[in-house]
Every structure is written in structure tokens, then in C-alpha cells.
């Protein structure tokens, strides 16, 4: 069975700055995804990026970015120039490759930005 | 843009009552799944269901839990009867399947609002 990890309970950042949260996964599959969420106060489950694991080039969605190491299952979020509303619970999440496949969630980071 | 929907928003029951949580898929979606989220703790899977059937379900989701696709459109979550520890967020998810928008490396699932449950 495939786990995710998020070692980070809580980050902070200061406005403007860039962060970069963890997290590591094991499976002995060689085909899936690998994804982000925020969760906002709100709580509605927002995809942030996404990554599928044959790729070798890193994701990129805006200010949002990731360093996938396959050979190590790991595969960080950066944020760059954080913003107030970048304030949420990130999820990292993994995904076997074949439709209809659940999603499996690490235990999430809340991240603070701070003005 | 096409989102799923949820009803209600939140839902407050006695404990041994029967609720039914209500989502909309998007339209042309074939995949449908149910998640919980217990305040504070991560996402979990509750079942996957395809082509009008369960196609995998988790431990959580035991003899109390059902689900079923009544009507082409709407895609349920009952539980017959509740429990305290049953009090969590409920996640309704879609995803569109091959051949879809974006084609097949989509395989994104797009997630609704969420249904709040609390049992009394």
C-alpha cells in the first residue's frame, strides 16, 4: 500500500519569501501522479500542481513549483513571493495511474503567511 | 467552469439517525468518489464507484455505509446509522476519465465543496 509523508506539521513565511514544504512517499509502483492541495479556512480541496512521475521535468504552475526525486520519492512544494493568501493547509497527495485510482493524502502542512 | 456541488453545506443529526449526503458530479464524468476528513486530521477514501458500482472502498467504509448513483446526476453517501466519530468533513469527488477534457493525462479529480457533518 502506498504512504505519503508530510513531516512538517506547521510552517511559517514571511510575505514576499519563498518556502518550501516536504514530503516524501513509498510505493513500489513505477507509473503515478503525485499532486498538491490547499485547503483555505474555507476548507473547499484546491489542486495546486501536479506531477506525473515518467516526467522528469519538474512541475511549474506560476509562483508554485516542485522538486521531484523519483529515485528518492520525494517531491517538495516551493512557494515563491508568498502572499497572504497563500495562508492554508497544503496536502500532498499520490495517485496509482490508472483511472479511477484513489487518492492518498499525507497529513498535511499548515502554512502561516505573515505580514 | 463545470464544479461539483455538494448538499447541504452542513448537516446536523442525532446520533442512530440515518443522513444522506448529496453531491453532483460534473456532467460527463464517469468516476465518483466519497472522502472524510475528521477536523484536523488528513483525507481519507471512503470508495471509488464506476460504471454504477463500488469499485473499491476502504475499512472505514463498513455495513453503515452506501452509496448509489440514482439518477444519471446525483451521486449519494448514506449513512444508516450515525455515529459520533461519524462528525467529519465529506468530500465528493469526479473525475472525467480518458478520452476527456484534457485527455488521458488528465486523470484529475475535481473535488466539491464539501458537506460538514455533526452528530449530536
Known amino acids: 500500500a502506498q504512504t505519503v509523508t508530510q513531516s512538517q506539521p506547521e510552517m511559517s513565511v514571511q510575505e514576499a519569501e519563498t518556502v518550501t514544504l516536504s514530503c516524501t512517499y513509498d510505493t513500489s509502483e513505477n507509473n503515478y501522479y503525485l499532486f498538491w492541495y490547499k485547503q483555505p479556512p474555507s476548507r473547499q480541496m484546491i489542486l495546486v500542481i501536479r506531477?506525473?512521475?515518467?516526467?522528469?521535468q519538474n512541475a511549474t504552475e506560476n509562483r508554485f513549483s516542485v522538486n521531484f526525486q523519483k529515485a528518492a520519492k520525494s517531491f517538495s512544494l516551493k512557494i515563491s513571493d508568498s502572499q497572504l493568501g497563500d495562508t492554508a493547509m497544503y496536502f500532498c497527495?499520490?495517485?496509482?495511474?490508472?483511472?479511477?485510482?484513489?487518492?492518498?493524502f499525507g497529513a498535511g502542512t499548515i502554512l502561516r503567511v505573515k505580514s | 467552469e463545470p464544479e461539483v456541488t455538494q448538499t447541504p453545506s452542513h448537516q446536523v443529526t442525532q446520533m442512530g439517525q440515518e443522513v444522506i449526503l448529496r453531491c453532483v458530479p460534473i456532467?460527463?464524468?464517469?468516476?465518483f468518489y466519497w472522502y472524510r476528513q475528521i477536523l484536523g486530521q488528513k483525507v481519507e477514501f471512503l470508495v471509488s464507484?464506476?460504471?454504477?458500482?463500488?469499485?473499491?472502498k476502504s475499512e472505514i467504509f463498513d455495513d453503515q455505509f452506501s452509496v448509489e448513483r440514482p439518477d444519471g446526476s446525483n451521486f449519494t453517501l448514506k449513512i444508516r446509522s450515525t455515529k459520533l466519530e461519524d462528525s467529519a468533513m465529506y468530500f465528493c469527488?469526479?473525475?472525467?476519465?480518458?478520452?476527456?477534457?484534457?485527455?488521458?493525462?488528465?486523470?484529475?479529480?475535481?473535488f466539491g465543496p464539501g458537506t460538514r457533518l455533526t452528530v449530536l
Open positions: 456532467s460527463n464524468h464517469l468516476y
Open positions: 497527495a499520490f495517485m496509482n495511474m490508472e483511472y479511477g485510482n484513489k487518492l492518498v
Open positions: 506531477q506525473e512521475a515518467y516526467k522528469q
Open positions: 464507484f464506476y460504471n454504477n458500482e463500488i469499485s473499491e
Open positions: 469527488a469526479s473525475n472525467g476519465g480518458p478520452g476527456l477534457a484534457g485527455g488521458p493525462l488528465r486523470n484529475e479529480q475535481f
